[in-house]
């Protein structure tokens, strides 16, 4: 009589992935089950956002917010009504590994996470700057922006997280008391960037144009409800398999490669950079007086 | 007590112009047991299958249509397709449109009832609420539930607002028809205040806790009881390869969770 390990029965495991990288579907659910003590944390109880790719990232993937028919009783759900779809949402809550796993089971590559928890969705935990260089701007330039931005913050007293988007980014991140409006965050994030702005001809946080091209682009205006981003350790869908990966503000410096971090590699490091993050309550009112 | 889980309807209370955004959760649920059925030698759960009466083959269920039986044997056919189109449109309102006494109520007319929660604009779902607990009144109107419309009923209870479906004077028997209630006998004096004795010494207050399903609870004893003995285990189709590899992995992983 062995014991059941996981309620998630696997399925298609030797299904190819990513096609550069040879990476199977039992390579990606082995990803997640060895990262998922350092990630589920940080994924409580918030409404997760999907981006599946049941044929591998070479081809079309599809982005799911509502859970697909089919999710077993025991993965947990928030409903939320839709505007925009005029019908309820049934926002998948990940909790456990089973859930994690089931997740890695359905080729949910890219797990994306809103700024708040389901159970205060107006009112935010989390601050974003996600910092996206555009071309001819370089990660290096989005490192540059980081730490930039990190000395305004810590000036303000607030603790900051950093970590890779993944793709050709960062994000910072302040957690917060669950006090403030996604108004209230949005003007913080687009203080600061003006701020900066001001500071460094690289950096635009202006939302009326286009982001010019070689500058770091601030987009203050993810700090909105429903709005999501790659959850820490979340799988990209990038030909290389890059991992959106909390760092130590110390590992930002010239060099770092964000394609460095995959999902072969992210599961090597013993640090968990990210550690006591989902502890983290900080208010933002009191800090910048 | 069990929580409901997700709604399972969402729209708007309309009272004249007035419009109320309200979820709908199940609030009664039958708690009986329920069992598989396995096979006897081995113990494997058994599955249904529709079987054709005539040749006993089995029918699958694109093969399926529905037949109403009009009399012994002699059906009506139709298509899902002719039954999902003649299925009343559920506008996702419930329309209120009398405020009445909620005891004038007959209970036998009570069907389920639901819990209304507010959805997008808890203001006017507040002011709906607490108009009713200040007039004492219940709301009376319309829902209508996947095929079916309903007479409903709304009323504040505890702080929320819950809602009724009613059955139809027709769905409930009329039992002055039945002929054993026809010619009732008069008792006589003494019996009565007898009676009303037994009654009076037996009165007291109504308390839902002192209720209990023995049935259930025997078997719930059963389940222990067997637990600790022997229980026979599903069988699983083995494990391939890969997946053992992955086990290895989720072991380590539930190892570390423990820990954390």
């Known amino acids: 009589m062995t014991r059941e390990l996981t309620k998630v029965e696997f399925t298609n495991l030797k299904k190819v992935m990513y096609p550069a990288l040879k990476a199977t579907k039992a390579q990606i659910i082995e990803y997640y089950i060895k990262i998922a003590p350092k990630m589920l944390h940080a994924l409580a109880n918030r409404p997760l956002v999907l981006t599946r790719f049941p044929e591998g990232v070479e081809k079309e993937g599809f982005y799911e917010k509502d859970a697909p028919q089919g999710t077993p009783e025991w993965v947990k759900t928030f409903t939320r009504y839709s505007e925009t779809a005029n019908r309820n949402i049934h926002y998948i809550v990940c909790n456990d590994l089973d859930t994690l796993l089931w997740l890695a089971n359905l080729a949910a590559l890219e797990i994306h996470m809103t700024l708040s928890s389901a159970d205060s969705f107006l009112k935010p935990d989390l601050v974003l700057f996600d910092l996206d260089p555009k071309s001819p701007a370089t990660f290096g330039d989005a490192v540059k922006i980081a730490l930039q931005l990190k000395q305004e913050l810590d000036a303000l007293g607030l603790r900051s997280f950093v970590k890779t988007s993944g793709k050709k980014g960062l994000h910072v991140i302040i957690p917060i008391v669950q006090r403030y409006t996604f108004q209230q965050t949005r003007t913080f994030a687009r203080d600061i960037g003006t701020k900066l702005e001001k500071q460094s001809s690289l950096i635009t946080s202006e939302f009326s144009r286009r982001p010019k091209p070689g500058v770091v682009f601030m987009d203050y205006l993810q700090n909105s409800h429903g709005k999501t981003m790659a959850c820490p350790y979340s799988l990209r869908a990038t030909p290389q398999a890059t991992v959106s990966t909390p760092l130590e503000w110390s590992q930002l410096k010239k060099g770092l490669k964000p394609e460095d971090f995959n999902m072969f590699s992210v599961v090597l490091i013993e640090k968990e950079p990210w550690k006591g993050f989902s502890d983290v309550k900080q208010d933002l009112e009191v800090n910048s007086k | ?260």
């Open chain 2, 1 to 260: 007590m069990r929580v409901p889980k997700r709604p399972i309807w969402t729209g708007t209370i309309t009272i004249g112009l007035v419009n109320v955004p309200v979820k709908l959760y199940r609030m009664i649920f039958d708690r009986g047991f329920s069992f598989r059925f396995l096979h006897k030698q081995d113990s494997q759960p058994l599955k249904y299958q529709k079987v054709c009466i005539k040749d006993n083959t089995v029918v699958p269920w694109e093969d399926i249509v529905r037949g109403y039986e009009v009399s012994k044997n002699e059906f009506v056919v139709f298509t899902k397709e002719e039954l999902e189109a003649a299925k009343p449109e559920s506008d996702r309102r419930i329309r209120l449109n009398k405020f009445v006494d909620f005891y004038s109520i007959d209970p036998l007319h009570f069907e389920s009832s639901y819990i209304l929660a507010p959805d997008k604009n808890p203001e006017a779902y507040t002011l709906l609420l607490k108009a009713l607990e200040k007039t004492e009144k219940a709301a009376a109107g319309t829902i209508t539930l996947r095929t079916k419309e309903y007479p409903a009923i709304v009323q504040a209870h505890k702080g929320v607002l819950i809602l009724n479906t009613l059955r139809y004077s027709y769905e409930v028997a009329d039992p002055s028809r039945l002929d054993e209630l026809k010619q009732l006998k008069e008792p006589s004096k003494d019996e009565l205040d007898l009676a009303a004795k037994i009654v009076e010494d037996l009165s007291g207050e109504f308390n839902i806790e002192e209720y209990k399903d023995a049935y259930k609870q025997r078997v719930e004893e059963l389940i222990e009881k067997k637990l600790k003995g022997e229980t026979i285990v599903i069988e699983k189709p083995e494990v391939k390869e890969e997946a053992k590899e992955l086990m290895v992995a989720l072991k380590q992983t539930l190892e570390q969770l423990k820990k954390k």
